[in-house]
């Protein structure tokens, strides 16, 4: 009733302004609600679920991954990545255990193999499952030290970290971050450096240089590839109230709808690099992940190299989780742009090209 209200109320304001109607079909289906589990394009991508050592053999886990729940599993040998839910009186198959290689429910012990097919029935042993004990499964592996999960049809590989296999930077694993934002939003602040000056003052950038020098930005089906130049306050060097500042050449690649690769130090030995992944957990909840490759500051231990990108995340999240509406739309009149969010449009471009975000959904607030 109230849908079909405000649908009246959207077509007599149109007549009265003379603002041309949507295609009676976009027009239906602006009232579907966005859930972002139905997104196909993110369902056939890989996402990151846990860090690798969370998952030790003959553990169980429950995860939330594009709005379903998901258990992950490790039965000595190989991981599993299936939905949390029990075929039988739907309980959740996470707070069970491995026995025999398989994965029992807690519930009424229902054992599932490792194809997810019921193989045994505790109370009526002698008695064959059903057809129907199946659990869904999922595509599962393991890279960089972490777990990815893909819950359609793989479409491409996870997105490739060049500096894993350079033995000579350090690697170190910052987060997950929990944000309380939509996935998409936590991206686009991740590639956003006209922001360094404010939300990181003090930290590695200051208010006193806000300028940014971009460079041309770069195109194509495959991604977005962006170098600039910001005005960096060394974070090594303390108490520096009357900061050193250098301009610092950085490049930002994307190349899936929530995998960055970051650069910077282009051009030197004393680079860092940033592979950052956002886990879609739902519309207005994500896990950031930064995956660090750093070739100095060797007297900089990994705790306090973390406990100062913990801090950085914390700026991050103040901010992130403020920003409104909560959803992420394409709509390109709910806010203004400016010159310094070249590479945020060209990623909104993206993501529409590539058919992973539209404009006519109505998201859930
Ligand atoms: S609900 Fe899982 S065995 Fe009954
Ligand atoms: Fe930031």
Not at 328 to 343: A, C, G, M, T, V
């Amino acid at each position: 009733m109230y849908f079909r209200l405000r649908a009246i109320a959207q077509v007599s304001k149109a007549f009265v302004h003379n603002i041309p109607l949507p295609h009676p079909l976009i027009f239906k289906t602006s009232f579907k609600v966005y859930i972002m589990g139905q997104n196909q394009a993110l369902l056939n991508d890989w996402h990151i679920v846990a860090d690798a050592r969370e998952l030790q053999p003959l553990t169980v886990l429950p995860k939330r991954l594009l709005s379903e729940d998901i258990v992950l599993w490790h039965n000595g040998s190989t991981i599993f990545a299936w939905q949390d839910f029990c075929p039988h009186r739907g309980a959740r198959l996470s707070l069970g255990r491995i026995e025999k290689g398989n994965l029992a429910c807690a519930y009424h012990g229902l054992q599932f193999n490792t194809e997810g097919k019921c193989v045994l029935l505790p109370a009526t042993p002698d008695q064959p499952p059903p057809n129907r004990g199946f659990i869904k499964t999922y595509h599962v592996q393991e890279k960089y030290g972490i777990i990815w999960v893909c819950m359609g049809t793989p479409k491409r590989d996870i997105p490739h970290f060049p500096q894993w296999e350079d033995s000579a930077s350090r690697k170190i694993l910052s987060g997950p971050y929990r944000i309380q934002a939509s996935p998409f939003r936590v991206l686009e602040n991740f590639i956003d450096p006209a922001h360094f000056p404010f939300a990181h003052h003090g930290t590695f950038a200051t208010s006193n240089h806000p300028e940014i020098i971009f460079d041309e930005l770069k195109a194509s089906s495959s991604g977005i590839c962006l170098d600039f130049k910001f005005w960096f306050k060394d974070f090594l060097v303390e108490n520096n109230e009357d900061v050193v500042v250098t301009l610092l050449p950085c490049r930002y690649e994307i190349f899936h709808p929530l995998v960055v690769y970051f650069q910077n130090g282009i051009g030197t030995n004393d680079y860092l690099s940033i592979y950052c992944a956002i886990t879609p957990i739902d519309e207005n909840e994500s896990q950031l992940w930064l995956l660090f490759g750093v070739m100095f500051g060797e007297d900089v231990t990994d705790a306090s190299f973390l406990e100062f990108q913990a801090a950085i995340s914390k700026q991050d999240t103040r901010i992130i989780e403020s920003q409104r509406p909560q959803h992420f739309s394409l709509d390109s009149q709910k806010e203004i742009h400016l010159p310094s969010d070249r590479l945020s449009l060209a990623y909104r471009k993206w993501l529409f090209e590539q058919g992973i975000l539209n404009s006519k959904v109505q998201y859930r607030t």
